[in-house]
């Protein structure tokens, strides 16, 4: 039987990857999506309405845009048999149309069906997305790609981190 840390898994294997079919393992057809967007430097609707519509948002529509996306859910996860989970998260990713590097933060609080451990509601707030300059996407993704994918430490965070302001700020967000 599927869990929770499955359902979380494949939502984003489904959003890295640009595979929305996967997210029929994750969410309930009828699942909701909230969003709390502290920063103007991304745009999401509020409230998105089904599991068809959250795939068109958080996958097709966004890769559209990002290539180059890896999302970390920072900490500890969910325990079996657990229906309600919060973790912080972690994305570096790269804009299609410049190859600037895109770094950001948030949270995440998941809501499952208990039978099923499908997603019945997500709510993402991002609380920072930072853009930098094509020039940092090599060592940004390079650090990406060695950290623990998806489930990752907070203090694996700190391993071979670029040295850059903003992304040194993040990190050290994420590990207080």
């Not at 309930?28 to 999401?44: E, G, R, W």
């Not at 969910?78 to 990713?93: I, K």
């Amino acid at each position: 039987m599927a869990t929770l840390k499955d359902s979380i898994e494949s939502y984003i294997l489904a959003k890295d990857g640009n595979r929305p079919h996967l997210l029929t393992d994750s969410f309930a057809q009828d699942a909701s999506l909230a969003m709390t967007v502290k920063t103007n430097a991304i745009a999401f609707p509020q409230e998105t309405q089904g599991r068809d519509a959250i795939a068109s948002v958080l996958v097709s529509d966004f890769a559209l845009k990002y290539e180059n996306v890896y999302t970390f859910c920072v900490g500890a996860m969910p325990a079996d048999g657990q229906h309600e989970f919060s973790c912080d998260w972690l994305v570096c990713m790269t804009e299609k149309t410049t190859g600037a590097a895109r770094v950001g933060y948030g949270r995440y609080d998941w809501s499952c069906e208990a039978r099923l451990s499908q997603v019945t509601r997500l709510h993402i707030t991002i609380e920072e997305m930072e853009t930098l300059p094509a020039p940092f996407a090599c060592g940004v993704l390079r650090w990406a790609s060695r950290l623990p994918y998806p489930w990752c430490e907070r203090e694996a965070l700190n391993n071979d981190a670029p040295d850059n302001a903003t992304v040194q700020r993040i990190v050290a967000q994420l590990t207080r």
